[in-house]
Protein backbone atom coordinates (compact mmCIF):
# COMPACT_ATOMS: atom_id res chain seq x y z
CA UNK A 1 0.00 0.00 0.00
CA UNK A 2 1.51 3.25 -1.56
CA UNK A 3 2.37 5.55 1.44
CA UNK A 4 3.16 9.85 1.40
CA UNK A 5 5.34 11.16 4.15
CA UNK A 6 6.26 15.10 3.80
CA UNK A 7 8.65 17.03 5.13
CA UNK A 8 9.69 20.81 5.83
CA UNK A 9 10.33 23.85 7.68
CA UNK A 10 7.67 24.92 9.68
CA UNK A 11 7.74 28.10 10.90
CA UNK A 12 8.64 31.02 7.85
CA UNK A 13 9.22 34.53 8.11
CA UNK A 14 7.29 36.69 6.12
CA UNK A 15 8.83 36.76 2.50
CA UNK A 16 10.63 33.93 2.65
CA UNK A 17 10.38 30.28 0.44
CA UNK A 18 8.29 27.45 1.46
CA UNK A 19 9.72 24.11 0.48
CA UNK A 20 8.13 20.90 1.23
CA UNK A 21 9.16 17.79 0.15
CA UNK A 22 7.01 14.17 -0.12
CA UNK A 23 8.40 10.91 -0.35
CA UNK A 24 6.13 8.21 -2.07
CA UNK A 25 6.80 4.64 -0.83
CA UNK A 26 5.63 0.85 -1.69
CA UNK A 27 4.00 1.80 -4.76
CA UNK A 28 4.51 3.63 -8.24
CA UNK A 29 5.22 7.32 -8.91
CA UNK A 30 4.84 7.22 -12.69
CA UNK A 31 1.29 7.02 -14.00
CA UNK A 32 -0.15 8.81 -11.55
CA UNK A 33 -0.62 12.94 -10.85
CA UNK A 34 0.75 13.90 -7.34
CA UNK A 35 -1.28 16.79 -5.90
CA UNK A 36 -0.75 19.82 -2.81
CA UNK A 37 -3.82 20.72 -0.95
CA UNK A 38 -3.38 23.10 1.94
CA UNK A 39 -5.91 23.89 4.85
CA UNK A 40 -5.36 27.03 7.15
CA UNK A 41 -6.41 25.98 10.35
CA UNK A 42 -10.03 25.95 11.70
CA UNK A 43 -10.79 26.31 7.46
CA UNK A 44 -11.31 24.20 4.52
CA UNK A 45 -9.07 22.98 1.49
CA UNK A 46 -7.83 24.29 -1.10
CA UNK A 47 -5.98 22.94 -3.59
CA UNK A 48 -2.62 24.03 -4.78
CA UNK A 49 -2.11 22.23 -7.66
CA UNK A 50 -1.12 18.99 -9.35
CA UNK A 51 1.60 17.66 -11.64
CA UNK A 52 2.22 14.18 -13.54
CA UNK A 53 5.15 12.16 -13.33
CA UNK A 54 7.07 13.67 -16.65
CA UNK A 55 6.54 17.11 -14.80
CA UNK A 56 3.87 18.46 -16.44
CA UNK A 57 1.82 20.44 -13.94
CA UNK A 58 -1.49 22.85 -13.38
CA UNK A 59 -1.59 25.77 -10.74
CA UNK A 60 -4.53 27.18 -8.57
CA UNK A 61 -4.52 30.25 -10.57
CA UNK A 62 -4.74 32.14 -7.10
CA UNK A 63 -0.98 30.91 -6.67
CA UNK A 64 0.39 30.78 -9.88
CA UNK A 65 3.05 33.68 -9.86
CA UNK A 66 4.78 32.06 -6.61
CA UNK A 67 4.14 28.43 -7.05
CA UNK A 68 6.60 25.66 -8.18
CA UNK A 69 5.42 22.08 -7.99
CA UNK A 70 8.36 19.55 -8.92
CA UNK A 71 8.86 15.74 -9.29
CA UNK A 72 11.84 13.83 -8.92
CA UNK A 73 11.28 10.65 -10.26
CA UNK A 74 14.88 9.30 -9.64
CA UNK A 75 13.95 9.51 -5.18
CA UNK A 76 10.05 9.15 -5.90
CA UNK A 77 9.61 12.50 -4.14
CA UNK A 78 7.46 15.29 -4.89
CA UNK A 79 8.38 19.20 -4.15
CA UNK A 80 6.59 22.39 -3.14
CA UNK A 81 8.06 26.05 -3.41
CA UNK A 82 6.26 28.92 -2.80
CA UNK A 83 7.94 32.17 -2.58
CA UNK A 84 6.82 35.17 -0.83
CA UNK A 85 5.17 33.92 2.01
CA UNK A 86 2.49 35.63 4.13
CA UNK A 87 0.61 35.30 6.99
CA UNK A 88 -1.86 34.56 4.51
CA UNK A 89 0.26 30.68 3.42
CA UNK A 90 -0.32 29.59 7.47
CA UNK A 91 -1.69 26.13 6.76
CA UNK A 92 -1.39 22.91 6.84
CA UNK A 93 -0.42 21.08 3.79
CA UNK A 94 -0.75 17.83 2.54
CA UNK A 95 0.66 16.03 -0.56
CA UNK A 96 -1.69 13.72 -2.12
CA UNK A 97 -1.67 11.13 -5.18
CA UNK A 98 -4.20 11.82 -7.62
CA UNK A 99 -5.48 8.96 -10.23
CA UNK A 100 -5.48 9.48 -13.32
CA UNK A 101 -8.57 10.54 -16.12
CA UNK A 102 -11.26 12.66 -15.92
CA UNK A 103 -12.28 12.11 -12.27
CA UNK A 104 -8.56 12.63 -10.62
CA UNK A 105 -9.75 11.38 -6.75
CA UNK A 106 -6.97 11.91 -4.25
CA UNK A 107 -6.91 8.59 -2.78
CA UNK A 108 -3.88 8.26 -0.79
CA UNK A 109 -2.76 11.52 1.30
CA UNK A 110 0.14 12.70 3.26
CA UNK A 111 0.05 13.36 7.31
CA UNK A 112 -0.02 17.10 6.46
CA UNK A 113 2.44 19.91 7.93
CA UNK A 114 1.26 22.90 9.22
CA UNK A 115 3.45 25.75 8.02
CA UNK A 116 3.24 29.23 10.53
CA UNK A 117 4.57 32.74 8.30
CA UNK A 118 5.04 35.07 11.83
CA UNK A 119 7.32 37.76 11.77
CA UNK B 1 -12.94 29.37 -11.78
CA UNK B 2 -15.85 27.55 -10.50
CA UNK B 3 -17.03 27.96 -7.26
CA UNK B 4 -18.38 24.94 -5.02
CA UNK B 5 -21.12 25.41 -2.27
CA UNK B 6 -22.43 22.85 0.37
CA UNK B 7 -25.35 22.93 2.22
CA UNK B 8 -25.75 22.76 4.54
CA UNK B 9 -22.64 24.24 6.59
CA UNK B 10 -22.84 21.89 9.63
CA UNK B 11 -25.72 19.85 11.32
CA UNK B 12 -26.45 17.89 14.51
CA UNK B 13 -27.57 14.25 13.98
CA UNK B 14 -28.01 10.87 15.78
CA UNK B 15 -26.80 7.45 15.39
CA UNK B 16 -28.65 5.50 12.83
CA UNK B 17 -30.16 8.67 10.97
CA UNK B 18 -30.04 9.38 7.52
CA UNK B 19 -28.02 12.19 6.58
CA UNK B 20 -27.70 13.79 3.24
CA UNK B 21 -25.58 17.06 2.08
CA UNK B 22 -26.00 18.59 -1.24
CA UNK B 23 -23.07 20.41 -3.08
CA UNK B 24 -24.06 22.44 -5.64
CA UNK B 25 -21.20 24.11 -8.60
CA UNK B 26 -21.63 27.01 -10.15
CA UNK B 27 -21.58 25.62 -13.66
CA UNK B 28 -21.59 22.12 -15.42
CA UNK B 29 -19.00 19.50 -14.52
CA UNK B 30 -21.00 16.61 -15.97
CA UNK B 31 -20.06 13.87 -13.14
CA UNK B 32 -16.44 15.12 -12.19
CA UNK B 33 -17.30 15.63 -8.48
CA UNK B 34 -15.22 13.65 -5.06
CA UNK B 35 -16.61 13.57 -1.89
CA UNK B 36 -13.94 13.50 1.07
CA UNK B 37 -14.09 12.47 5.06
CA UNK B 38 -12.00 14.72 7.70
CA UNK B 39 -11.72 14.05 11.27
CA UNK B 40 -9.87 16.33 12.66
CA UNK B 41 -6.11 16.20 12.96
CA UNK B 42 -5.88 13.74 10.25
CA UNK B 43 -5.94 14.12 6.08
CA UNK B 44 -9.38 13.73 4.39
CA UNK B 45 -10.31 10.31 3.15
CA UNK B 46 -11.59 9.69 -0.35
CA UNK B 47 -15.20 8.22 -0.39
CA UNK B 48 -16.92 8.78 -3.57
CA UNK B 49 -15.57 9.87 -7.23
CA UNK B 50 -16.70 10.13 -9.85
CA UNK B 51 -20.04 11.73 -8.45
CA UNK B 52 -21.42 7.95 -7.38
CA UNK B 53 -18.39 5.44 -7.42
CA UNK B 54 -17.45 4.05 -3.76
CA UNK B 55 -13.85 3.91 -3.38
CA UNK B 56 -12.82 0.41 -2.28
CA UNK B 57 -12.87 -0.29 1.37
CA UNK B 58 -15.82 2.92 2.27
CA UNK B 59 -18.74 1.45 3.54
CA UNK B 60 -21.63 1.29 1.29
CA UNK B 61 -23.80 3.35 3.80
CA UNK B 62 -22.10 5.74 1.66
CA UNK B 63 -23.85 6.36 -1.75
CA UNK B 64 -23.44 9.82 -4.35
CA UNK B 65 -25.19 10.88 -6.74
CA UNK B 66 -25.74 13.48 -8.89
CA UNK B 67 -25.14 15.33 -12.29
CA UNK B 68 -24.14 18.30 -13.73
CA UNK B 69 -24.50 21.22 -11.17
CA UNK B 70 -26.16 19.22 -8.40
CA UNK B 71 -25.05 16.60 -6.17
CA UNK B 72 -25.44 14.63 -3.14
CA UNK B 73 -23.58 12.99 -0.23
CA UNK B 74 -25.77 10.36 1.42
CA UNK B 75 -24.99 8.42 5.04
CA UNK B 76 -27.73 5.95 4.83
CA UNK B 77 -27.32 4.94 8.92
CA UNK B 78 -25.01 7.12 10.80
CA UNK B 79 -22.67 5.33 12.55
CA UNK B 80 -20.46 6.97 15.49
CA UNK B 81 -17.53 6.97 13.29
CA UNK B 82 -18.92 9.16 10.96
CA UNK B 83 -18.80 12.42 12.46
CA UNK B 84 -16.31 14.25 11.08
CA UNK B 85 -16.51 17.05 7.90
CA UNK B 86 -17.53 16.06 4.58
CA UNK B 87 -15.61 17.85 1.80
CA UNK B 88 -16.90 17.46 -2.04
CA UNK B 89 -14.23 18.56 -5.14
CA UNK B 90 -14.86 19.31 -8.78
CA UNK B 91 -12.04 18.19 -11.40
CA UNK B 92 -14.13 19.32 -14.23
CA UNK B 93 -11.48 22.14 -14.88
CA UNK B 94 -8.80 23.84 -12.79
CA UNK B 95 -8.30 25.02 -10.11
CA UNK B 96 -9.97 21.59 -8.66
CA UNK B 97 -11.81 23.51 -6.07
CA UNK B 98 -12.79 22.17 -3.24
CA UNK B 99 -16.54 22.94 -1.23
CA UNK B 100 -16.34 25.10 2.32
CA UNK B 101 -17.81 21.75 4.10
CA UNK B 102 -20.06 20.42 6.27
CA UNK B 103 -19.56 19.41 9.62
CA UNK B 104 -21.68 16.72 10.81
CA UNK B 105 -21.73 16.45 14.79
CA UNK B 106 -24.17 14.72 17.59
Known amino acids: QVQLQQWGAGLLKPSETLSLTCAVY????????WSWIRQPPGNGLEWIGE???????NYNSSLTSRVTISVDTSKNHLSLNLNSVTAADTAIYFCARTLWGSYRPLDSWGQGTLVTVSS | DIQMTQSPSSLSASVGDRVTITCRAS??????LNWYQQKPGIAPKLLIYAASSLQGGVPSRFSGSGSGTDFTLTISSLQPEDFATYYCQQTYSVPRSFGPGTKVDI
Open chain 1, 51 to 57: IDHSGSA
Open chain 1, 26 to 33: SGSFSGYY
Open chain 2, 27 to 32: QYINNC
